[in-house]
């Protein structure tokens, strides 16, 4: 256990996760909210699409300028100025919706300037962890990152339920403004050195190709972004056609809150498990248990009792977790830590657009060839994607040496960029 807690010896990371926990707390809390205030003002399930439409939007387009800017300048003041952004845009809308002045405009606005904050904000962070840690504690440490973000989300929603049915939305959305100040002052008093980049004086359109290269000269790296990718893309059926299992054959919507439920512990107790396991070949691991999402997929095909449904899920998100965990513990160690922060922007920039495309391709496809073939397509999907990462030479070739660090085999450290 000690082993585990080990990162909290680092003064930085005690203040770091410090934060990080508080503002989970608001994240949690925030999406019920959203969806009830978009709905009280507009009345409309079309405007609530149109918020959410532009949210994603706006978290796209600031990913690849949130990474270089998060290479350029130091992270934590990156993810200082996303964090009071943040504050006064959901402080704004939360007293807006408490005097009933709130219009579709305003939520609109709202959500593209939160989400356009938020793209500076999560290259910075990956790149910042590493940062307050060293190597040996890395995993522990996006561990425990993790856990605080687990055990939210699986109270967050129902907290968050009852805070609008009692006082309304606008104050969930005050509540989020309050975690982001205490996240802006837990940052400020990080004493990080900051990591100057080597073209420090670079275009931003230069720099953003830099880190492009980066990524795509790694073949490694870059075919673990497309299979986890992949699998997000896969595992969407499960968000589209997991409610409508559940309420042909397995009790409605209740059974399908308890899968929910059955996802979040099963998130928290993959945290637990990357607190406690430190794999030899870390990416091996972590794309094996991705399969565990194939198991979750294909427990809602046939479908399965409902308590065994709990348990593949549960399996299937200890695995995403673990995944996450290990994934963020190696990369910092294996790419250079003046671009990590554009790589991590097209890492989330995949994940983020894939998803929505599995939610957009397994409804209509479900009408089509039905819900049964469209679930057992999306878990040979995801059952192809983490195979097919193993078979990557480079893959193979990570490690974790005796002392704890991981390293890249020198026969897997780059594959050459063709000229063109």
Do not use: C
Request: glycine fraction near 10%; avoid cysteine.
């Amino acid at each position: 256990m000690a082993r585990s807690l080990a990162p909290f010896g680092e003064p930085n990371f005690r203040l770091l996760w410090t934060g990080q926990a508080v503002s989970a707390i608001g994240d949690s809390l925030t999406p019920v909210a959203f969806a009830f205030a978009t709905l009280s003002v507009t009345h409309s399930a079309a405007a609530l699409g149109v918020v959410l439409a532009v949210s994603t939007v706006a978290r796209v387009l600031a990913l690849p300028m949130g990474g270089v800017w998060a290479d350029r300048l130091p992270r934590q003041l990156v993810m200082l100025s996303s964090d009071w952004v943040r504050a006064l845009v959901h402080g704004v809308i939360g007293f807006a919706l408490i005097a009933g002045h709130a219009t579709l405009w305003m939520l609109i606005a709202q959500a593209a300037m939160f989400s356009f904050a938020g793209g500076f904000f999560d290259p910075a962070s990956g790149a910042l962890v590493p940062q307050t840690v060293t190597a040996e504690r890395l995993q522990q440490a996006n561990a425990l990152m993790g856990l605080s973000r687990s055990i939210t989300q699986v109270a967050g929603p129902a907290v968050s339920g009852i805070i609008v049915a009692l006082f309304g939305a606008g104050w969930v959305f005050v509540i989020d403004a309050a975690t982001f100040v205490v996240s802006a002052v837990t940052l400020t008093l990080m004493r990080v050195p900051a990591i100057r980049g080597t073209a420090e004086h670079a275009s931003f359109w230069t720099e953003l190709a830099d880190g492009w290269r980066a990524v795509v000269s790694r073949r490694w790296y870059l075919l673990n972004l497309l299979g986890h990718a992949t699998w997000n893309f896969a595992i969407a059926s499960v968000f589209v056609l997991g409610p409508i299992v559940t309420i042909k054959h397995l009790g409605g919507a209740s059974s399908w809150g308890l899968v929910g439920a059955a996802m979040g512990a099963g998130a928290i107790a993959g945290g637990l498990v990357a607190l406690r396991v430190t794999p030899s070949r870390p990416l091996i691991a972590a794309n094996l248990v991705l399969v565990f999402g194939t198991v979750q997929l294909l427990a809602f095909a046939v479908p399965l009792p409902l308590p065994l449904v709990m348990v593949a899920s549960a399996l299937g998100w200890a695995g995403l977790t673990f995944l996450n965990e290990l994934w963020f513990a190696t990369v910092p160690q294996l790419l250079p830590k003046d671009v990590l922060a554009r790589a991590n922007s097209f890492d989330w920039l995949l994940s983020i657009i894939a998803m929505p495309a599995g939610f957009a391709v397994s409804g209509p496809l479900a009408d089509r060839i039905g819900v049964t073939p469209t679930l057992v397509a999306a878990a040979a999907l995801t059952a192809a994607a983490a195979v097919f990462v193993l078979l990557v030479p480079g893959v193979r070739r990570v490690r974790r040496t005796p002392e704890g660090r991981i390293v890249l085999d020198a026969a897997a450290t780059t594959t050459p960029t063709p000229a063109g």
